[in-house]
């Protein structure tokens, strides 16, 4: 069947999850297009791994609905199954084994003749940059090597929906990169990625669309822009040559910009956040009448910027907290 981009690859209304008297997935309402990368950002304990569960059929949702590409993730778990593929967030291949003989035993048991499970094993090895490991045991691969060939062994037989749940927590920049790279390459053959993670910037690299997830629930959802645009149009990032003008330069730029100004760590700099209503045009603009203040006011800037929110600030603006929050793991249970 030919897939298009129209069309729903995962769509929940009022999806609950719980263990015991904690609801680990709180009500979640998704509605995701196929053939893109949809992150799904949240910390430990958002429910996160929880929700993809449901949707692979590994846990049975309490409440509401969940449907993968039309078909109910309860009543038509099969035809779920049959659509997706979920690389976890640890190893899932045999470490006592070579790579090669993980992706041939694993294409064998989804059907591939001998050969053909060879021919396979030897592709996705050579594309995922592999081959010169193939007839190592994986206990001696690297962190970022294991993350590869587990996504190899979730795509042997091509899905139309990849769930990748924290694929690249633990890994290095250089295996971090590595693993993006292979994502785009899946995205473009076709296929719709979820990916959840609690990294802001791979969210930010990676997705067309961000649903942030805090404590089970929804709290936003949009384009990596929509979401920094809702928490304002810029950020002031001033440094002064003098420390001892830095009140000063506060309190004129409280005035100027209308908006509470953040004394950042560093003894001569400044932050402030333009108001979301303004337009990009009108942050530049507002920013410039800033720095016009401090210089009549012979406060000496040695650097201005003026840059979009960050995801980081996104979050913490809509959650009070970072999500690297070290809060209890819900989802452990």
Do not use: C
Request: hydrophobic content about 40%; aromatic content about 4%.
């Amino acid at each position: 069947m030919t897939r298009q981009t129209a069309e729903l690859a995962i769509e929940t209304s009022g999806l609950v999850k719980v263990f015991g008297k904690t609801r680990a997935v709180d009500g979640i309402d998704l509605a995701v297009p196929a053939g893109m990368v949809y992150g799904v950002l949240g910390p430990n304990g958002a429910g996160k791994t929880t929700a993809v569960r449901v949707l692979a059929t590994l846990l049975r949702p309490d409440g509401g609905s969940a449907r993968v590409f039309g078909h109910d993730v309860v009543h038509e778990a099969d035809a779920v199954r049959g659509r997706v593929s979920l690389t976890g967030q640890y190893a899932s291949v045999d470490e006592d084994l070579t790579g090669t003989e993980n992706l041939v035993l694993l294409a064998r048991l989804l059907g591939h003749r001998k050969q053909a499970a060879r021919d396979r094993a030897a592709q996705l090895l050579e594309a995922f940059g592999l081959a010169d490991a193939a007839d190592r045991l994986v206990k001696n691969y690297s962190g970022g090597m294991r993350r590869r060939i587990d996504i190899a062994a979730s795509i042997l037989n091509t899905p139309d929906l990849l769930f990748l749940d924290e694929p690249t927590t633990g890994l290095d920049p250089r295996s971090r990169n590595q693993v993006w790279e292979i994502v785009r390459t899946v995205v473009a053959h076709g296929t719709t990625v979820l990916l959840t993670t609690q990294y802001l910037d791979e969210a930010d690299h990676l997705a067309g669309r961000i649903a942030v997830i805090d404590r089970g629930k929804v709290i936003a959802e949009g384009t990596p822009g929509e979401l920094k645009s809702s928490v304002g149009a810029g950020a002031v990032h001033v440094r002064l040559r003098d420390a001892a003008q830095r009140p000063e330069a506060e309190r004129l730029l409280s005035l100027t910009l209308g908006t509470q100004v953040q004394l950042d760590a560093d003894p001569v700099a400044l932050t402030a956040r333009i108001s979301g209503e303004q337009t990009e045009r009108g942050a530049a603009e507002q920013a410039s009448r800033a720095l016009a203040e401090l210089a009549q006011a012979g406060i000496t800037v040695d650097d201005f910027s003026l840059g979009q929110p960050s995801l980081d600030e996104v979050f913490l603006t809509l959650t009070g907290h970072p999500t690297t929050d070290t809060e209890t793991d819900k989802e452990a249970a």
